[in-house]
């Protein structure tokens, strides 16, 4: 059975810092791409990053870049999120996802975590 399961999410002010992490079971955690996926109130599915299977290789979305950090550790089978200067617009629910392949669109990632609540008051 697949379980995606994230934490580490809460309320910090503008330019604070959160580390997400998110505990995964029951695949082959490094031969999966990882990704994190956010859905502000009242928007869509957001791609933030994505970490490939040997951990060699990420992206971001601009709107995160050189702000938030992606890593995985393949011992304790667990993908986290750095987030630096946070800011009110980054304010949604947090998802890891999981695929055998590298996709640019949430709607294609095959496992998905319950999701993590963070919220970034100015």
């Known amino acids: 059975q697949v379980q995606l399961v994230e934490s580490g999410g809460g309320s910090v002010q503008a330019g604070g810092s959160l580390r997400l992490s998110c505990a995964v079971s029951g695949i082959r955690f490094s031969t999966y791409w990882m990704y994190w996926v956010r859905k502000a109130p009242g928007k869509g599915l957001e791609w933030v990053s994505s970490?490939?299977?040997?951990?060699?290789?990420?992206y971001y979305a601009d709107s995160v870049k050189g702000r938030f950090t992606i890593s995985q550790d393949n011992a304790e089978k667990t993908l986290h999120l750095q987030m630096n200067s946070l800011k009110p617009e980054d304010t949604a629910m947090y998802y890891c996802?999981?695929?055998?392949?590298?996709?640019?669109?949430?709607?294609?990632?095959?496992?998905w975590g319950q999701g993590t609540q963070v919220s970034v008051s100015s």
């Open positions: 970490i490939n299977s040997g951990g060699g290789t990420t």
């Open positions: 996802a999981a695929d055998p392949r590298y996709g640019s669109d949430p709607a294609d990632f095959s496992w």
